[in-house]
């Protein structure tokens, strides 16, 4: 891919007192989209505090278009319902990257982005660096539902080839 400018791991760790939509739980999974990609994360049967703790990996051609994620309830017999969503803006964290920061000690924050109006933080999201490599952890209220965040991780990767971001 020509315009590709790198990978994103997105690692969709755990959703925290996510909707009840069946009778006392819910069957939580997330689907993730972005320019046309769509990515879901694997079902957790009967929680509204599901563990889910997997990675996804997305191919970034353009930094301002947004990572959409959306929680859903899985139904046997009727369609999903949703259980709510959110969007992850990734333009900060490649701030970060375009620094060519090197041999910070591990644990070191270079930037923090604040929960706005017009993003889906739930809390303070730091840009921290770890061994070698820059993290954003994320906690992210769900919107159109009445309760429920995502906790979520981010990491970008240069595959060989790649335009890059810098």
């Known amino acids: ?7 994103l791991r997105l690692r969709v760790r755990r959703g925290i007192n996510l909707a009840i939509r069946d009778t006392r739980s819910s069957d939580p999974y997330v689907v993730v989209t972005m320019a046309g990609l769509k ?8 929680t509204c505090n599901p563990e889910w703790n997997d990675e996804l990996t997305l191919s970034i051609t353009d930094i301002n278009v947004p990572i959409n994620l959306a929680v859903y ?6 369609a999903d319902d949703k259980m709510g969503e959110a969007e992850i803006d990734i333009r900060p964290y490649v701030e970060c990257l375009r620094m060519g920061l090197e041999n910070l000690p591990t644990g070191t924050v270079i930037k923090r982005v604040q929960p706005s109006r017009t993003n889906c933080l739930s809390d303070e999201s730091c840009c921290v660096w770890d061994n070698g490599r820059i993290l954003q952890d994320m906690f992210l209220r769900l919107r159109n539902v009445e309760c429920g965040e995502i906790e979520v991780q981010i990491e970008w990767i240069n595959p060989p080839g790649c335009k890059g971001v810098f």
Do not use: A
């Open 73 to 78: 309830d899985s139904d046997t017999f009727t």
């Open 1 to 7: 891919m020509e315009n590709l400018l790198g990978l």
């Open 39 to 46: 990515l879901k994360t694997r079902l957790i049967n009967d």
